[in-house]
């Protein structure tokens, strides 16, 4: 599995609950932070795109925990709703036929010499 070298599309919460939940910060410090934006975006927690060999493009949300270490696990419908610019995969862009739709989530096939 590889990066393809897409944008990170980070994850970004509506209210104190949201914040508290997904940052592990303290009920009073998310609180502050939904008083003073409309929306907070967590530069932790992103959407990225990767491609598998066998699986084709796959999207992740990548956490940035301390020490330099991530956590991932493949991206939910929810996380896809709290990102910005970001086109749902499931949901195809009606321009695009059907046909390029499905080459774009083929693998490549790879020469091995």
């Known amino acids: 599995m590889w990066?393809?070298?897409?944008?990170?599309?980070h994850?970004?919460?509506k209210n104190a609950a949201q914040i508290k939940k997904n940052t592990g910060l303290s009920a009073r410090k998310s609180a502050f932070l939904a008083a003073q934006y409309n929306t907070y975006v967590d530069r932790n927690r992103w959407i990225e795109a990767f491609c598998c060999e066998?699986?084709?493009m796959m999207w992740f949300l990548i956490s940035a925990l301390e020490g330099g270490n991530y956590e991932y696990r493949?991206?939910?419908?929810?996380?896809?709703?709290?990102?910005n610019k970001t086109l749902d995969p499931n949901n195809t862009n009606p321009s695009v036929s059907e046909f390029t739709q499905r080459m774009s989530r083929k693998p490549k096939e790879r020469q091995r010499n």
């Open 3 to 9: 990066r393809i070298g897409n944008s990170k599309y």
């Open 54 to 56: 066998e699986h084709g």
């Open 11 to 13: 994850v970004f919460y």
């Open 74 to 83: 493949i991206a939910r419908e929810k996380d896809w709703l709290q990102t």
